[in-house]
């Protein structure tokens, strides 16, 4: 079912990510990422933490499907997500993503377990009933979520900066272990790490009147 | 595999024509400085008060277009909502129109009678156009400014929007435009479907568009009845 | 070495909190320094690698504790490759308890993980400050993970893992403090979003969590209490 888990991952899904920078519009507003030579840590910043995140709820998510009470797991995983990302702005851009997933997601792959999320998930939490719905792993619905934490932010560096896309590719494709690495760990328990600077620039993006992204 | 991920068994309940309920929403597109955000104010100031009406503005940049209807007052705050486009505003009303989407679903929670809703576009190139994922109908509007072969260059606004606007027609002297000639190209690759030759300034009623909106409003509700 | 920590606070029937148990084993000592407070005392260098401390805490319903140190605690590596040394704060709070040891200081090579579990009951107050500072003077920085967790009534309300130092992955240029402080408050109503420089304050339920990152430890002090209110930095000291 490796088809099902590239159309997941795939930025052209239409789910909403395309407006979402992952701090990315900020950190360049900060004078924190300014070429490729800063990109890359600033991905592997946000692999590492929010991605790691993201993968551990994916991956449990995902698992919650086979629970025999489905809402009581979600809506515990959904508690557990909102105590890992306390920054209003960051939760407002989950769920915004989460519902925007759910809305595609449900008409890709029908499933009872779209029903028992919470009315606007947090988005990490819809990856998993995604992956679920579409026959996956929770194991993939961690790789999407790796994935996805670098390739978002990774495209709105891109089309901020006018960066060459051809080194934009480059960079996110030289984090693949990285973001494989990350996926494999996540699926063990739920991964907490956090940043204090993602959730700084998160708040400050979130009061600009003059912003592209939505987070 | 579970038999309704088949795709033969897909069948979309939302596909144009089939989604049913909800306000009649209609897009306003066309390139930078055409006149957009004044035909929309326009057709609020006209349609208002025979309709439960809200906006969704797409800007590039800021919420410029928003805070204008906002200024002018055209519309109540809590009916007029903006969306960020991630730079790429076609992307939104085309390609991935979670947002937009998302903002018509907030205008509809938050006025449960809502009968219309305007989508406009951030400004952008001749080749944008709305999905119909995200609206029912949609306006593209070019102005004699831009130069009289527009309509000629055609892309899929001025072809396939369901009205074209010809907007600043009060500019066609000055600019060297020919308004024969728009109309005759826009007839020529629009087969058959209608284009009005405006101006905002002469009438800021908008007169003949918002006759058009209504008539689009009456096909709907014949359509769901 | 395994360090045990035990107080208990209880409410006695004239409204006081008394603690029936304060017990210490290992490096840490504890003394009675007030009426609901107490201070923990190293009786060692350290802590070293390979140590492990846990603290346990229970405050029961109307009681009230204060949890400081004497001095800051100074992490040292073990000879060689050196594990981890740990600390575990595990709290059950029915009252109010106030957890605010002096800074830890991790030296270079050393590598510390710190744990804050936390349980509230539904009256539960709960203030907890954090100050990180990472190689003495002119040193190294050595390297710090921090969690903490806080659950109320069942459920939980924080839980983040913030990991300080080299090799710690989202510790990097431009953004590689030395020094770390954070400060979470439960129990009274939420606060709203406050910015400032390299430090913020963010909502939780019925209280708020406030971080800050700095070169040196008092700006980074200065940092926080600039985005949380002067009243609570004076009830967390």
Redesign the interface.
Known sequence: MTAALLTLADS?L????????GGVEQAIAAG?LTDPA?LA?FL??R???SGAVAAGLAAAACRAVDDTDVVAALSALD??A???T????LRDAAR?QG??LV??GG?A???PAWAALPAQPHHPLALGVAAAA??LTPRDAAAAAAYLSVSGPAT?AQ??LAMDPITVAAVTARLSPEVDAVAAASTVGL???????L??LA??HTVR??????S | MPPDHDLDDYVDPYSPGHRHGGPLRVGLGGPVGSGKTALAAALCRTLSSEYDLAVVTNDIYTTEDADFLRRNAVLPDDRIEAVQTGCCPHTAIRDDITANLDAVELLESRHPGLELVLVESGGDNLTASFSYGLVDVQVFVVDVAGGDKVPRKGGPGVTASDLLVVNKTDLAPLVGADLGVMRRDADAVRGGKPTLLISLRVDPAATEVAEWVREQVRARALQEA | MRTLVEVVARRDARGRTVLPVVRASGQLAVRRTGDGAVHLVATAFGPLGGDDAEVRLVVEEGARLSVHSVAAAVVLPARGESPPSRQVVRAEVAGVLHLAPEPTVVTARAVHVAELQAELGECGELTATEQVLLGRSGEAPGRWTGTTRVVVSGRPVLHTTVGLGPGAPAWSPPVAPRAYVSTVRVGERQAAVQTGVDAVRLPLPGGWVGTAWAGELHEAVARLAAVTRERDLEVAR
């Open positions: 052209r239409p789910a909403g990510g395309h407006t979402h920078s924190m800063s840590p592997r910043r692999l590492t933490t508690a557990e909102d105590a890992r306390p920054s209003p702005a915004q519902r925007g809305r595609v008409r792959w029908p499933h579409g026959g709105a089309r901020l991964p907490a790490a956090a940043d204090p600077l959730d700084l708040e400050v009147t003059d912003r592209f992204f939505a």
